[in-house]
């Protein structure tokens, strides 16, 4: 007997210390993108006012923080790239398991028509990976997934993949040769990196907007399956007492898809629901210098999420009785989120190697800047469009532009760069001054800032930032021809 | 149900749990369920197969003992021959035969046109066909008393652990042992444990990944010339010995927790010092059967060299015909059976040429010549076992015969095929602990019971460490294909 129970107690360690291990091998193997994005949906024991729901156009469009500096309000986007609307019940579902939103807010683009998931099973497993296992994950795997012939881009079956979401080991294990740093970091840490965007992710790129025509004879019936799930998701925000706003982003989508957004409509007045669908007010972008170049030009980049998220901000505060909790103690969290938001939004600034996304990343409230145009060459369409987003109304002939964002008041001025001078600006008297070397400086306010101006060749135009509030400088960037038209963001 | 798959891990979980559980009298019958179920989770249609085979061995076996002569009794064993023969040959053989009568017509300029018939070839009847008639062949011999009890007996043929890739089991071993007094045994179970680990080692983390290289390069092999061959056909001999050694021993794995000893199928193969030797190390159980039930019924070495030499070969083609329904098998049959003939021929001027330049053979270097040559030949045969045809396996050859790309091995070439860099010394690392455990065995140390001996601490640590290398290193999981054990198809 006692030899027996000396077994069971050898057998039960031997489980514990095996399990252990597992699930620390899992978690280093496992790839990061999901809890990249949504660890702090589950660690953040705070309520949220605002549960955002969708695919990429959300993820990329809409920024919890940005409503939280604007109106006070708490956020999170859920949102997935690629998510279809069955997908995103069951992520509302889960996400219910762990906050109780006021609003959902819910975009009805019908990114894959009828389709259960994307064809790119990555996204699913990105969507869903952070999820912590439970009863709700187990049903939404026999849910979603229980079609044999169902398979992704590849030709894979997705109905062998399944429990993949639920034990991705099976799908990570590969990944032994290939971790990264960021691999060793802890659950905790990522929670603290995902609260900083709390979902959401800038997209960069300026690219013109490919319109869609619509083919007036095309005739579909509206997506069953993404009728089916949206009623689910109406009856579930019923039930549980939460608001539901539906929003359409799909500009420029297909003709099954618009089929689909237009018989929302009809839904969305019978259970009382606003629905804005945004394809219907153009006028909120800048088709010039608001798209990125990601799924055929139809995703907002920065300048154009900036102005997604502020209109969408003054429909909650119009549309809901939302609270200000900027001043909340409570809410102390969210302050110091904030702060290392604006912290990464400076970085993001600073990663732009392309003038295009460097000016589009520029479009943000926080920013003053200054801009010295040493040649005229650079000021293209393109680029006098994005001043002119920023609100900078150029004229032939002007080469130094200054601009507060955020009252987007601009001041254009015609200077001679080889000679000294001063002007009064609204972000304060700039002077350019030989010094005793014979060389140039650079004064804001009277204070010095440079002792060089920038070379002719290898600077067309050079742009100095300041935060709005710490008057601090954030950036100086000089770009010369090359990188005016090449570079990405790193 | 494969024994890499979860699903086998779910079942087999269960299976021993009841087993246990259940009162002494139903356990066989709780075997035979669960391995009639886990033979229908291929084809559940051909478990009529196993169940026809079963029942007229099992009625052999009563008639033989109630028949009063040896006509009698002959005529009985007759029947189960042609009976049990008769449905492998029909759904093994008959494609294969038909092509045959087509080719010999043809070269007398009559051309028959013969349907080929669509019959799926059911997993494992080589193996159990085989098993079920050792015990009609054993009743005849006296060897074992008929088994009265039936579900005993239909238990015996459909042993689920050994029922579709062996070890073909012996009723003198098999059917005494399913005696349902056992109590569950810890030592047994640990054992169990270790061997089944033993044997994940070999299929998911060495056969699989030597699968990937080894079939990148037979699957284009006229594009993979020379050197690329030779090393992957190296390769196959550790893969296929790898996937068949890792079924057999997770199948005596498997059968040890439930308290069942098989017979050990393989002895480290390939560190025989002659083909003979080989032969008697290598799939163990089915070369004891063509020995007991073909080749001493045939005279064996009883009458006469020439004879011995026919029956040698008799045997090797069968056992090639046995593997599979085509003449690069049959060919490969005969290669082995020829290297045996021409050894034992050789043998007299083999031994002059040993004592005239006084070889020692006893010395480590002689031994190491022979165990080299030995893995050649058997390696070379191994090219008409791998290929999908006759023709394939000529090119194979001819493409080795004139191998003139050496630097594969060391430009970094061979790391893309399938396998990279890392991959890639994983499998060598691998294959160095197979070799060493192999030289272990060949010296009669049991490794397991040695790692058994020591203390608990590092008992788990070796338990730990199996597992954590078999799901992080193993093949297995969405990116890869499962892969199939090569000896399911005989």
Redesign the interface.
Known sequence: MKETIKRVIGVLCLLIILLTCIYRVDWLLARKESDNRYASFFSDETDIDVLLLGASHIRHGIFPMELWRDYGITSYNIAGNGSTIPVSYWVLVNALDYKMPKVVVMDVFDIWPNRVCSNMWGQVQDQFDAFPLSVNKYRMVKDLFNDKELTDGEGVSIYDRRWELLFNMGAYHTRWKDLLEEDFYSKSEFAEMSGVWKGAAPLGGVVERQKHVYDPLAEYEPDKLATTYLLKIIDLCKERGIELLLLNTGFDCGDESKTFHDSVYEIADEHGITYIDLTQKEYLFNFETDLSDTGENTHVNYSGAMKFTKYLGSELRKEFSLEDHRGDLAYSKWKEDYDKYVESKHDYLKKQKDLKNYLSFLYDKDYKVIIEVQNPEVLSSDVMALLDNMGIQAKEGENLFCADLNTKEADSFSVNWKESFSVDTLVGELGYFGNREGEFGFYRNGEEIFVKRPDEDKSWIRVITYSNYSEDIIDVREFDGESIEKGDEE | MLFNS?RFLIFFHIVVFLYYLLPKKARNLWLLVASYYFYMCWNAKYALLILTSTVVTYLSGLLIEKADTDKKKKVVVAASLVINLGILCFFKYTNYLLSILIYVFGKVGIALTVPEFDILLPVGISFYTFQALSYTMDVYRKDIYAEKNFFRYALFVSFFPQLVAGPIERSKNLLKQLVPDKHFD?EKARDGIFLMLWGYFLKVVLADRIAIFVDTIYREYDYYSGYYLILATILFAVQIYCDFAGYSTIAMGAAEILGIGLIDNFEAPYLSISVADFWRRWHISLTSWFKDYLYIPLGGSRKGKFRKYVNKMIVFLVSGLWHGASTSFVIWGGLNGLYQVIGEICMPARDKLVSAIHLNRDSFAHKLLRGLGTFILVDFAWIFFRAGTTAEAMSVVSSIISADNPWILFDGSIYDCGL?R??YWVMIFGIIILTLADIAKRRGIVVRKVIIRQD?WFR?LV??VS??AI????V?????D?ANFIYFQF
């Open positions: 979860s810890f990279d890392k991959n608990y788990c338990i730990i597992v954590m799901l992080v290193y193993g297995w999981g969405s990116s890869y499962a």
